[in-house]
């Protein structure tokens, strides 16, 4: 589905940015593929601001979490 080949681009495009694999099932960056609730989560968001030198607020929800809460309106 679209959906499986977006969450592999965005995997694939974590990797060309540098990131590696997480040790959290429902991460972009995760090495096992779990079909579902996969997201950026702040552990994806984490390394990025660690390679990158950024800054992420841990205490906030996954970028996922944040979409669902959106209403679209329409």
Do not use: W
């Not at 984490?46 to 996922?64: I, L, M, P, S």
């Amino acid at each position: 589905s679209s959906d499986v080949a977006t969450m592999i681009a965005a995997h694939e495009f974590g990797h060309a940015l540098g990131l590696i694999h997480i040790d959290d099932k429902g991460s972009v960056m995760s090495e096992i593929y779990v079909p579902g609730n996969r997201c950026v989560t702040k552990h994806d968001i984490r390394e990025f601001c660690a390679k990158y030198g950024c800054h992420y607020d841990t205490k906030r929800d996954n970028v996922c979490t944040q979409a669902k809460k959106t209403k679209v309106k329409g």
